[in-house]
């Protein structure tokens, strides 16, 4: 029987939409910073998590300045500061 996997962290939803405004895709952003589109798309819904290289290398990639980090990594801190 196969398991399934579990969802340990929130879907960034965000930085779906920077992927999609930045007019690249899961497979172009994981080429460049040295990944698979598998492990992006299951690091995005919430299967796993980014490390700090590959969130400072998305960051590079994606135009992401330093204020807008938790706004697209850490989505439930902000709902907290809210």
């Known amino acids: 029987m196969k ?3 579990k969802r340990r962290y929130p879907i960034l939803s965000a930085l ?10 899961y497979m172009k952003l994981a080429n460049t910073i040295g990944s698979t589109s598998n492990a992006i ?3 995005i819904n919430g299967y796993y998590s980014f ?10 990639e994606l135009e992401i300045e ?17």
């Open 51 to 60: 490390n700090s290289d590959e969130m400072n290398n998305i960051c590079n």
């Open 16 to 25: 779906k939409g920077r992927i999609r405004e930045k007019g690249t895709s």
């Open 41 to 43: 798309s299951n690091k």
């Open 66 to 82: 330093n204020s807008e980090i938790s706004k697209y990594f850490f989505p439930n801190r902000l709902l907290k500061e809210s």
């Open 3 to 5: 398991s399934k996997k």
